[in-house]
């Protein structure tokens, strides 16, 4: 019988050598038990997963996890403990529940922090099941509350990093060509720049896929407002020249009575257009109050917009230690 908390009898403690072990083998089992679940959550990649599939993907990652977590499991075992195997599939399921709690506080990327931090959950976890005296317990707990409470700060510093990245990578010129514009019931794919405007297109599900419903582009100074617009239909994108009409200092609407095709907005030294969107009952109307609405509402993207709709990858030192 193992012993409890009120036990008088513990193991004596694991030597420092195994626990770190421990750390890792845990970090990198729970990668795919809690990507799974953000998936399932709609945190992570866009992927189409249902619960069910979720829940496939959570329990092949306790499966794949479990063989690094025996062998560290083995190695505290070897430095000192009585048999613990029958911790295991406890010892991942907590570990798998901490490290999912961090993933929802802190995006995971693939910098020296982030790894380092979601190694942490493990070893605390691992910790105080393993040692399992009230001392332990409680480190463990207070060591877990630490890194929770560090993970909004850390968050912060990251998505700092990660925008000054996307920017330097992309090779953009100034943070207010990356204009944040809403189209209701749409999601923003990233942003893509080709050496003289910004693109964003915006879809909605279709099927087991997505599907293009309007376009967004921010060019540097004045463009022709009453230029060539970017459209985007299903799985095709292209260029319309609609009726240009003045609305107001800096603003033109492109289209027409019967159909509103988008809007053009110049300020703050950038050009900004919106197409698309949904035609609520056909009412071209409040379309096209929506539209305006919309490209009115215009605003240079936050860190953390960023952080989603940028996606670039570390290219200097120090985001490749911190993110």
Known sequence: MLPTLSSTRHPRPA?????????????????????GSMAGLGRVGGWPFGTFGAVLVVGAG???????MLLAVHAVRRAGHRDVRPLLLPLLLANTAATLLLALL???RWGV????????????????????SRAAVLGALCGLLALYALAWPVREVQQHVAAHE???????????????????????????????????????????SDAWVGAETVTPGRADPCGPLLTGDGDAAGEVTPPCVVEGAGLWFRGTEREAV?????RDGVTVTL??????GGDAAAH??????EILAARPATDAELWSRGRAGPTTPVARLVL
């Open 113 to 132: 922090l982030s790894c380092a931090l979601y190694c942490l959950p493990a070893l605390c976890v691992g910790w105080g099941a393993l040692v399992r």
């Open 62 to 68: 306790l499966l794949v996890a479990a063989a690094p």
């Open 15 to 35: 030597r420092w050598a195994a626990l770190p072990a421990l750390g890792l083998a845990g970090g990198l089992g729970s990668a795919l038990p809690v990507t």
């Open 106 to 108: 802190l995006p995971f």
């Open 166 to 208: 996307w920017l330097k990578a992309n090779g953009i010129p100034s943070r207010a060509l990356a204009q944040v514009v809403v189209l209701p019931g749409a999601a923003q794919e990233p942003y893509r720049w080709d050496g003289t405007r910004l693109t964003a297109m915006f879809t909605v599900p279709v099927g087991g």
């Open 275 to 280: 197409t698309g969107g949904t035609q609520p």
């Open 262 to 266: 988008g809007y053009v907005l110049q």
């Open 288 to 293: 096209r109050a929506a539209l305006r609405r």
